[in-house]
């Protein structure tokens, strides 16, 4: 399988932005939902957002909701995730995966093992 390469990521000061993409030469996104996750150093990699096969619906945790944007171009094979208003709890190794089942979407949580395959993520920390 071809792992998906995350990027955009770096240091910014507390309410600073970013945006990561992720893409997957060799591999098309076409028909999968897409998400986004995160793991802060000695916690669990956590759910931040979704997007469906087509772009037309997202979901989001409650903790980024209203701050971060989820979004696609299909065209360029790419995702991207627009980070607005950062905290110093935003910093972790954020990762980008496409859901296991073609054309599967909810607007709910996802746990992990519900996507793969894994890129090595890029590193957002956000300082005081």
């Known amino acids: 399988q071809v792992q998906p390469v995350e990027s955009g990521g770096g240091t910014v000061q507390a309410g600073g932005s970013l945006r990561l993409s992720c893409t997957a030469s060799?591999?098309?996104?076409?028909?999968?939902?897409m998400g986004w996750f995160r793991q802060a150093p000695g916690k669990e990699r956590d759910f931040v957002a979704a997007?469906?096969?087509?772009?037309?619906?997202?979901y989001y945790a409650d903790s980024v909701k209203g701050r971060f944007t989820i979004s696609r171009d299909n065209a360029k094979n790419t995702a991207y995730l627009l980070m607005n208003s950062l905290k110093p709890e935003d910093t972790a190794v954020y990762y980008c995966?496409?859901?296991?089942?073609?054309?599967?979407?909810?607007?709910?949580?996802?746990?992990?093992?519900?996507?793969?395959?894994w890129g090595q993520g890029t590193q957002v920390t956000v300082s005081s």
């Open positions: 995966a496409t859901h296991r089942m073609q054309y599967y979407y909810r607007p709910t949580y996802y746990p992990p093992a519900d996507f793969a395959p």
């Open positions: 997007i469906n096969w087509s772009g037309s619906n997202t």
């Open positions: 060799g591999r098309t996104f076409t028909g999968y939902s």
